[in-house]
């Protein structure tokens, strides 16, 4: 009876004990796995809207939900009854099929991301041997809900939203999967399970800091939030790509959206911070969990922050940020990383397997891979104040009116 | 054959498969014909983690229904092409049709059936429970006795291919 | 077979997936008022009648930024396994991923040069 | 497992559909995407055969990875091609664009 202390992942083995077949053992010990993991995130969500609003209303210097239950905790659950009661209305002209299955795919796309995502050292949903890869395929098919939802609206205001969405999404996954490839690099694996342990001694983050700003920055844009919060700019395209819906189809957008925001604050502390890592965590499985939400709350309420305090930005600046910026800053992290690994390797200061766990042993590897991205990061920065000088050189040069403009305190911007 | 959870797998994958490439290539809107590729592309993907190829899989699922599906519906919104399309065959169709059926014949009776079918030698064949891994194919790309050059000319055919398609697609400036 | 247990795992993760963001969609449509008529059904565009065709004519850039992305992700189908196996490679390896990226990176310079790059 | 020469008849098969559809359709989105359809089931025959013959040769997922590349320069280059062509004909109906046919 030993193995049927942790229920979930001897379950099957339990059932067989207890005299039932094998193979529907087997089955319904992935039916319950599935079950739970896709529960988790939805239970998980309706909490989320609760902080999500909660901080939102602090930053403004609000109160926010606080009526219904203790500290408005009940709001959700009042929001979801009322959205289920509302008339839903689907425009004429609209794609009946694709306009009713968009909104379910593009939660779909979120939940799935939760099959790898490993909470304690026993508990994950499936450990593939190519989950991160996993979690960025996935994430492509959130792009096409968009785009689905955009088109089958009917709405040119939609499509609109949904094309400069798509455009957003396809051009931010670049950096992401290319400082996605640090860690995978790092780790020698893709498996989710296999990056966490393998930040055992020392998290990724140290060795390579710049690639987890990018991911953070990526993901923030990925999921749509200021300043990359093109996909709802109410004051330019109404709504976006979700003009149309309305009742609960609109509130599954909002809460794939939240959802996806926590997701991709968990992927990165288990991809930079050692996810479930921490103390006594392999003689209690269960402080896992603990750990890696603790982290993962850390890096949610870092990006409600941003979300909250920063203006939205322009869609051309948008799109330079990402190609002139991020992309090639990236892919020069990936080269020196690759280039510093390999040598750290070469002189033997990477410690072995027999060590993996020493957080010493890993200290001259990390602090070389410290000042490899510091050194980038500060040649990035004398590049982009160079730009920057030269910029204002030539709209000087140019534009000799706007130094008087300038001087004026409550003069407007200059578009160009 | 025998008939297990396996065999069911495949047969669900290579219905979807089948059933959206028929869809791609029947749908009046182009659209639903991109979705119905995205159908098809999937259940592509799922054969490819029935062989052991999960890699390849999330690549079929990232390349081309993140990439090349995105890239069609752009496509076929810029031409507006899906509008106005009374008749989606030209005059050749039933010609095609024949031929097609023709060339699954000819596949079917002329090759596939003789060299792997059921009562010849190769039916036999069971695949090895030990495959390679990932990290094989990683190997195998840079080592300089395999695939290394192909490695590089990939990088140098999609290089070409974005300058090509860049100096084609733009407007007149 | 521990493999497929994983995917057997995905395969019916993706099948029960669908249900609980289409249970409350289903739910409202039992409890939901229905009362449809030509006016709530228009297009919403800010009250103003809609005029002419809803597809039309998109600028070619966002086309460009989906080819660029399209080169950068196909890319990854080389830069992943490279990745994966780079422990236990030796520095030629470092150079043959240098040298794959390095002949990406111009496509992008070029396109950067171009003006391609520039959503104006 | 399945017998090869079932992953066999479904490649002959989306091998052939996607055939029909770049034989008989007239617009050139639709052409292309049923040449998408034709590499998938080359695809899917190199990965069988990698498979069933020669598991631990790479040479079968370097050769799939290579059609992935090929599809998708294919992709972008005619996408980019039907593009330009309906800037200079306002057509993309493959049979409005014959003016080298004569």
Same mark, same amino acid.
């Given at each position: ?39 988790? =995130? ?75 995502? @490993? ?39 939609? %499509? ?48 390579? =800091? ?91 309420? +870092? ?7 920063? @203006? &939205? ?12 910026? %991020? ?53 990035? +920065?004398?590049?982009? &104040? ?31 | ?40 592309? /999937?259940?592509?993907?799922?054969? /490819? ?24 519906? /752009? ?99 | ?120 | ?94 049979? *409005?664009? *014959?003016?080298?046919?004569?």
């Amino acid at each position: 009876m030993q193995e049927c202390i942790d229920i979930f992942n001897t379950f099957a083995g339990c059932l067989t004990a207890s005299g039932a077949d094998p193979g529907l053992a087997q089955f319904l010990s992935i039916l319950l796995g599935v079950v739970l993991v896709a529960m988790g =995130p939805l239970v998980i969500v309706i909490f989320l809207i609760w902080v999500e609003r909660k901080y939102a209303a602090r930053v403004q210097d609000r109160l926010g939900p606080n009526r219904v239950g203790p500290f408005g905790l009940l709001q959700t659950f009042a929001d979801a009854l009322k959205l289920i009661t509302k008339e839903d209305i689907t425009p004429a002209g609209a794609d009946k099929l694709i306009y009713n299955l968009a909104p379910i795919i593009s939660v779909v796309s979120v939940i799935l991301i939760w099959a790898v995502v @490993p909470i304690s050292p026993l508990h994950i949903g499936a450990d593939l041997s190519i989950g991160a890869l996993y979690f960025v395929a996935v994430g492509s098919i959130g792009t096409l809900a968009i785009m689905m939802a955009g088109w089958s609206s009917n709405n040119k205001y939609a %499509l609109l939203g949904a094309f400069r969405v798509v455009a957003q999404l396809v051009s931010y996954e670049v950096p992401l999967v290319f400082s996605l490839l640090v860690p995978v690099m790092f780790a020698g694996t893709m498996s989710m399970q296999g990056i966490v342990e393998a930040q055992l001694g020392m998290w990724f983050i140290v060795f390579s =800091p710049l690639a987890a700003l990018i991911f953070f920055i990526s993901t923030q844009a990925e999921t749509g939030r200021a300043p990359f919060d093109l996909i709802e700019a109410e004051s330019e395209l109404v709504a976006g790509y979700n003009i149309e819906y309305s009742g609960m189809k609109f509130g599954l957008f909002f809460a794939g959206e939240f959802l996806h925001v926590f997701t991709n604050a968990l992927i990165f502390a288990i991809l930079f911070t050692g996810g479930w890592l921490g103390p006594f965590v392999y003689q209690v499985p269960a402080l896992g969990i603990i750990y890696l939400f603790a982290k993962g709350s850390i890096f949610y309420l +870092l990006s409600l922050h941003l979300r909250n305090t920063l @203006p &939205r930005i322009r869609i051309d600046q948008l799109m330079s940020f990402n190609w002139k910026f %991020l992309v090639p800053v990236s892919i020069a992290n990936l080269i020196l990383v690759a280039f510093l690994w390999k040598v750290i390797q070469l002189i033997g200061l990477l410690p072995g397997p027999e060590n993996a766990s020493d957080f010493l042993a890993h200290l001259p590897a990390a602090i070389i891979m410290l000042v490899g991205n510091l050194a980038l990061t500060v040649v990035v +920065l004398q590049m982009l &104040r160079n730009v920057g000088r030269r910029a204002v050189a030539a709209n000087a040069v140019s534009t000799p009116a706007n130094a008087e403009l300038d001087d004026q305190p409550y003069s407007l911007p200059v578009p160009h | 054959m025998e008939f297990n959870i396996h065999s069911i797998v495949f047969l669900i994958f290579s219905v979807i498969t089948l059933g959206g490439g028929l869809g791609t290539v029947t749908s009046r809107n182009l659209i639903h014909g991109a979705v119905y590729l995205i159908v098809s592309l /999937f259940g592509v993907a799922g054969l /490819f983690i029935l062989l052991s190829a999960p890699f390849l899989a999330a690549i079929q699922v990232l390349v081309y229904i993140g990439a090349i599906a995105i890239l069609i519906i /752009f496509a076929v919104m810029l031409t507006r092409s899906m509008t106005r399309m009374t008749e989606i065959y030209n005059r050749q169709w039933s010609l095609s049709l024949v031929v097609s059926a023709l060339l699954f014949v000819l596949l079917l009776v002329g090759i596939i059936l003789p060299v792997w079918g059921p009562g010849t030698a190769n039916a036999a064949l069971q695949p090895s429970e030990l495959v390679a891994t990932t990290v094989d194919l990683g190997v195998a790309f840079v080592d300089g006795n395999q695939f290394v050059l192909p490695f590089e000319v990939a990088s140098l055919l999609l290089t070409a291919a974005m300058i090509g398609a860049i100096v084609i697609a733009r407007d007149r400036d | 077979m521990n493999l497929l247990n994983e995917w057997a795992f995905i395969g019916v993760f993706v099948a029960i997936a669908w249900v609980f963001p289409a249970l409350p969609v289903v739910l409202s449509a039992f409890v939901r008022p229905r009362k449809p008529n030509a006016i709530k059904m228009q297009t919403y565009e800010c009250g103003v009648e809609t005029v002419g065709d809803t597809w039309v004519q998109f600028k070619v850039q966002y086309y460009i930024y989906g080819l660029v992305f399209l080169v950068f992700d196909v890319e990854m189908v080389f830069l992943f396994p490279w990745a994966l196996a780079y422990n236990q490679l030796n520095f030629f390896a470092f150079g043959a991923g240098l040298v794959f990226i390095f002949l990406l990176t111009d496509a992008l310079i070029y396109a950067w040069r171009r003006n391609a790059l520039e959503w104006a | 497992m399945v017998p090869l020469w079932m992953y066999l008849f479904v490649a002959a098969a989306l091998f052939c559909i996607g055939a029909y559809g770049v034989f008989a359709r007239r617009n050139a989105v639709a052409i292309l995407m049923g040449i998408e359809l034709m590499l998938n089931a080359v695809n899917i025959n190199l990965v069988a055969f990698w498979r069933y013959q020669t598991p631990f040769v790479m040479s079968g997922q370097v050769f799939a990875a290579f059609v992935f590349v090929v599809a998708a320069a294919e992709a972008a280059v005619g996408l980019a091609i039907i593009i330009s062509i309906y800037r200079n004909r306002r057509s993309v109906i493959v049979e *409005d664009v *014959d003016l080298l046919k004569w």
